[in-house]
């Protein structure tokens, strides 16, 4: 007697598989098998957690596809050379390091979208101070878009959001 349910990853997260069944409670209760790797950490300690809820027994396992690792940067399995690391930490620490460079990539290029759209602000007020509307459509046009326009009597407004410690 068995039975088989196949979930996808949503499932992995904030479901609980419940069991009633006594004959599978007392063959060791639900067996999860996890095909893919997690982008994150928490999500795989989610997976794991599906089983074996409040004190029902259970069991997990993590079967992967090599094909499936490139994404973190493992080829074949003999990329794997610490004997003394576990698999799981091995996937940890590429999971880590993949994640920490896409991080960083996605920091740096806001930080020089948010630079040139300060450098571009700054160049729209100085020139409605000055009064050079050309420069300043140009400006409005970089920041909003195409279809920018310039209010006839444009007024510089500026407000200061504090907060008291």
Known sequence: YQRRVRVSRTFGRGTDFVCRDSAVQKNGGVHVIQTF???AKSEEVQIKGR???QDDPGSYQKIL???DLKKFGVFKLADKTNVDQSWDEFLEEK????VSAT???R???AHKESAKSHWTTERYLKALKVGNKPLALECLKI???KDAEIPPNPQLDLFFLGHNA
């Open 95 to 98: 999971r880590e390091s993949c």
């Open 143 to 145: 920041l909003n878009g």
């Open 51 to 53: 089983t074996g809820r």
């Open 107 to 109: 920091i740096e290029n």
């Open 65 to 67: 596809n090599v094909l």
């Open 37 to 39: 790797v997690c982008q």
């Open 103 to 105: 991080l960083k990539s």
